[in-house]
């Protein structure tokens, strides 16, 4: 049962707490915005609870509040740790995704620079580290990025995604390869089309370069924010050296956490942020207990549950697709399906076309719905303007196409019924914009 947002209607929803305030719903929106944000599982309201509650005292104090709190954080470390197929000691917990992305940035610069003092060269000279990332990331690593080029900290290549797959093939990231990256930073998955990029494969040709290089190793990263949660992740597995993790994409709290293969043995971590110690001082600043607590939680429900939940979301998009071809047929796009690429089981990125230009855009679309809340691409980018995104562009979909972009993502709850609704509402939505253009 889940604290869904807004109201507090159908039966299956989980009564609000004790004195919380219960909003009045005259007639119920349907929430279709999951890639933006989840709601938090009622159990992680539990555990969160309870920690607010028993495990108030510092983590680094010795007498029992301190200790319940130590050992609640461990216990959360071990089941993120799970969550991501790694070791509890290679868990960091952040602030949240973007900072776990800036940690990796800032670390492979720092690694680029002590690795070729390691190798007797100085910092001067003209030869900057390099970094590889994708043209569809988000902006906590694409702006990390142009931060570090700006300042002439980094050069950095921003492999273009396939028009046609919407992935970041591996041949062109190693086509960007030069003998100063230090980086190769690929999403999983992406945030507005859920196209799952070929991150495994990319780090397999990448270790066969790292194989016969001698100075500097090139660091692998991928921002796994929109893929845990709705497809398997191991980083084991994939060959990563670090991994983000964001706690509110899979119904946690508002943080996140690094995943790094054997921080500082293996692989190289600096700080951001220098202070008391904690997190074995990667990470300093007295633990958020309550909040690493229910991280810890809802890495536990999707360890146990993964499969379910997968399932219910890809068989609800899948009908919510078939809703969508036989309500709108032909004026229907779908931007999320390239030719031999995956998708995350709940994202459905489509375009209704219309009878003219600018008819039927997203937002227009979306402000004259009475009940769906979605958005028509990645919330941080709700207050840039109208234009159509960028990401829809870099994967090859029109102008005319993605201007009228929607992005749908379907969650845990989401019902047929809730399907219906939604289509009902867009079917209202486009006639009246069509009938009054
Ligand atoms: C792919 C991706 N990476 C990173 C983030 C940022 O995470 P956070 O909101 O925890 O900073 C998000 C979502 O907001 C995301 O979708």
Redesign the pocket.
Known sequence: SLFLPGCWTTSEQASPPQGCFVHDCPEREIYMDY???TPLEAEVVQTISEALWEAWGNPSSSYPAGLKAKAMIQQSRESVARLVGGQAQDIIFT???????NMVFHTAVEHFWRSREAAGQTRHGNVLPHIITSNV?????KLAAEHLRTNGKADVTFVSVSRESARVEAQDVMAAVRPNTCLVSV?L???ETGVVMPVQQICEQVQAVNRRRQELRILLHT?A??ALGKIPVSARHLGVDFL?I????FYGP???ALYVDGPNSRTPLYPLLFGGGQERSFRPGTENTAMIAGLGKAAELVSAHLSDYAAHMQETRLYLEDRLKAVFGDQIRFNSHHPGSDILPNTCNVSILGPGFQVLEGWKVLSRCTRLLASVG???HTHSSNRPSQVLLSCGVPDAVAANALRLSVGRTTTRADVDAVVEDLKEAVQLLSTSC
């Open positions: 890639n933006a944000t602030s949240g995704g973007t900072e776990a992305n990331e988000h902006d906590s690593v999403m998955a992406n945030n921002d924010a929109q983000t964001v706690g509110h994409k508002r943080i996140g990645a919330a941080c």
